[in-house]
């Protein structure tokens, strides 16, 4: 990315490039890195015309495609109601599941239908590593879940994968799954938000780890990252997308009861910059206090005079913020070895917004 890029998208666009909204945080399963700690739905969720109304403000806005996900967002009742409307206004939904849910019946309702992308979460190449991190019997049902999107026709189905020193060995096996259900492999990062602070530690790639899933992710660029792994830039040519926190820039969080957040792994009161509740969404992404003061940030001065900071802009705003380190410091995982000195050897647990916390 040229400098003169990253300044523009560091002063923030009209509309949010990418949005994810969490439907609901009710879900029936407890995986142990889960960034929102979700189990029971929060008191007080969006109800189905707020959650109308909401797509409305989207499309007026422009924006084009919303990620959805939970919690198990198939766990509400109106799922098929609002993926229905955003279709009837041109919004595209990508939403994560967890599969239990994706029958037959709701698979063929999804291959139905336009501007829908899906992703069923796996986290290991076989049901013992995978059920380990997402409960017994949950690999079993999300194969299914692919098995029954496949019958029905439905075109490019996504496997999504949190990398963790458990599975980053296995990303060959993974990719062939992947292949044999006619799905894309996506790899995101571990972040230490929500239950993920907790499992850290142990999930954590190792630093060789990460240096073999860049290498691997560098020869595959039809794997998708999300923009993931920008912090690992340094190690060679960054990989394809936006690489930098883009949180309040050109992405932002909505949670179930219509808050809105800088970013989707920092759903903490300090990073909150309003609710669709009491003021309309175009206002908050354009005006809140908050998202003007990080487009203003120039970026963290522990990185400015380290030669490979225009390669990863100093890398995740969350990864830092939950492992205690300030947000001008470097990533924790910076390859350059300069987040070992910003983070203590023992991970901080932030503390979590009320309604996620009493979970």
């Not at 259900?181 to 850290?200: I, Q």
């Amino acid at each position: 990315m040229n400098d003169s890029l990253a300044a523009a998208l560091r002063a923030g666009l009209d509309a949010p490039i990418c949005l994810t909204w969490e439907l609901t945080y009710g879900c029936n399963l407890a995986c142990r890195h889960c960034l929102s700690d979700s189990g029971t739905k929060a008191p007080g969720e969006l109800t189905t015309g707020e959650a109308l109304s909401l797509i409305d403000a989207f499309a007026e806005m422009g924006i084009f495609y919303v990620n959805i996900g939970g919690g198990e967002p198939m766990m509400r009742r109106d799922f098929f109601q609002i993926l229905e409307h955003a279709v009837a206004r041109r919004v595209g939904v990508k939403f994560s599941t967890n599969g239990t849910f994706l029958d037959a019946d709701a698979a063929e309702r999804l291959a139905a239908m336009d501007y829908v992308d899906v992703q069923v979460s796996i986290d290991g190449h076989d049901a013992a590593t995978n059920d380990d991190v997402r409960g017994e019997g949950s690999f079993a049902k999300a194969v299914a879940a692919l098995a029954n999107l496949a019958a029905a026709g439905f075109a490019n189905p996504k496997i999504s994968v949190v990398a963790t020193r458990h599975n980053i060995g296995h990303l060959d096996e993974l990719e062939a799954l992947a292949k044999s259900h006619g799905a894309a492999l996506r790899v995101t990062r571990l972040r230490p938000s929500g239950r993920g602070a907790l499992s850290y530690s142990a999930l954590r790639p190792t630093e060789q780890q990460n240096r073999e899933l860049f290498a691997w992710l560098s020869g595959r660029p039809e794997v998708l990252t999300g923009d993931s792994f920008f912090h690992l830039s340094p190690l060679g040519d960054p990989l394809p997308g936006l690489n930098m926190c883009g949180a309040g820039r050109v992405v932002c969080l909505v949670d179930p009861v219509g808050d809105v957040y800088a970013c989707p792994f920092t759903i903490h009161p300090d990073f909150k910059a309003g609710n669709v509740r009491d003021t309309e969404f175009s206002r908050i992404w354009r005006s809140s206090g908050l998202f003007a003061a990080l487009r203003a940030e120039p970026g963290p001065s522990g990185c400015s005079s380290c030669d490979a900071y225009a390669s990863c802009q100093g890398g995740c705003m969350a990864a830092k913020f939950h492992t205690g380190a300030a947000l001008a410091d470097p990533d924790p995982e910076c390859v350059m070895g300069r987040g070992a000195n910003a983070v203590g050897t023992v991970v901080s647990i932030r503390p979590r917004r009320n309604a996620v916390a009493a979970r």
